[in-house]
């Protein structure tokens, strides 16, 4: 069990008006940011040991998928991957694969498989694809919390914080989880790319919606996730 360190701020989340619980629930989300760095450095450290064994590249490649490439999918669910995710993502793949250094840019080790290569998985629209899932599969919480955040913060925050729509303190690390999920399920609205993403899975998942109604006897786990990668994967 994680234990969360009240930092001495700890009075203005009090003056916010939230109750004890969700204080220690605002104090996690403050922390997620520290917590998804931790996740990132397991990430690397795992693509450094596949590397390090060198073991067959159809192997690194499953294994990279397995077991370096799952450990980012939890926290990915409720926060934005960092900025640099793709500098890292480039460094591992570097590592388990064994190439010259930029001899091939991302999109290149992507796609192998098109060249009858190993299939690597994107970090990003793995990290993406996980949180739209999360949007999806948690609507009615996170609308709950969501509705909550936004009293909260039209009652106790700042005329600033007002004027800039903010739902949060500007000492927080990341985002609200509620509000990172609203974001993920209108599309990333400010993202062509990713809004034309998730509007093609919303119409798969549609079209797989109504052929499972037509075919009672299809009662198949619901494949947002799956169908999100692969939509967000073509737009990089």
């Known amino acids: 069990m994680m234990v969360w360190r009240v930092p001495s701020s700890s009075q203005r989340i ?8 969700s204080n220690r ?12 760095k931790k996740q990132i450095q397991k990430y690397s450290s795992r693509s450094y040991l596949i590397g390090k064994a060198h073991p067959p590249t159809s192997l690194s490649c499953y294994l990279y998928n397995v077991q370096a490439i799952s450990v980012l999918q939890y926290v990915a669910q409720f926060t ?5 995710i793709l ?5 591992a793949l570097h590592r388990v694969l064994h190439f010259a250094t930029n001899a091939l840019p991302k999109s290149g080790y ?15 629209a793995t990290m993406r694809a996980a949180m739209f899932a999360a ?3 948690f609507k009615i919480s996170w609308q709950l919390w969501l509705s909550q955040l936004e009293r909260t913060a039209a009652e106790h925050s700042t005329c600033n914080e007002v004027a800039q729509h ?12 509620a509000a990172s999920l609203q974001v993920a399920s209108a599309g990333w609205p400010e993202d062509r790319v990713l809004e034309g993403a998730v509007l093609e899975t919303r119409h798969e998942l549609q079209d797989l919606a109504n052929s499972s109604r037509c075919s009672p006897a299809s009662k198949a786990k619901s494949p947002t996730q799956r169908v999100a990668y692969k939509h967000i994967f073509s737009k990089l």
């Open 110 to 124: 992507l796609n192998l498989a098109l060249l009858g290569g190993p299939s690597v998985r994107s970090v990003y």
């Open 14 to 21: 009090h003056n916010l008006g939230l109750s004890s619980h």
């Open 87 to 91: 500098a890292i993502e480039q460094v």
């Open 80 to 84: 934005d991957p960092p900025e640099d």
């Open 166 to 177: 903010k739902l949060s303190p500007s000492f927080w690390d990341t985002l609200p989880i």
């Open 135 to 137: 949007s999806d599969r």
């Open 25 to 36: 629930t605002a104090w996690r989300v403050a922390s997620e940011n520290w917590w998804q």
